[in-house]
């Protein structure tokens, strides 16, 4: 009976231990690795960040491309008044 029992406690602590790893294992892994909702987060954050960039790039070059046909256009009409006269 005793050597009965004492197999029953060892294999016991045999699985319970070994379940106690994974957990744990289970635990410290999900610390060191980030979580999918943290991934998501981080993507959201830099796809955010990319648009805005690309928003300010837009508005830049509108830009230019305005001052230079505002330019274009001041050029063309002073050529016409020198060609006039």
């Given at each position: 009976?005793?050597?009965?029992?004492?197999?029953?406690?060892?294999?016991?602590?045999?699985?319970?231990?070994?379940?106690?790893?994974?957990?744990?294992?289970?635990i410290l892994?999900?610390?060191?690795?980030?979580?999918?909702?943290?991934?998501?987060?981080?993507?959201?954050?830099?796809?955010?960040?990319t648009i805005?960039?690309?928003?300010?790039?837009?508005?830049?070059?509108?830009?230019?491309?305005?001052?230079?046909?505002?330019?274009?256009?001041?050029?063309?009409?002073?050529?016409?008044?020198?060609?006039?006269?």
């Open positions: 009976m005793q050597g009965t029992t004492l197999a029953f406690l060892i294999v016991a602590v045999v699985f319970l231990g070994g379940g106690l790893l994974r957990l744990l294992e289970k892994v999900s610390r060191r690795h980030p979580s999918n909702s943290d991934l998501q987060k981080q993507f959201e954050q830099l796809e955010s960040q805005k960039s690309l928003e300010q790039r837009i508005q830049v070059l509108e830009k230019i491309v305005t001052d230079e046909k505002y330019d274009l256009n001041r050029s063309f009409k002073e050529l016409n008044k020198t060609s006039t006269d």
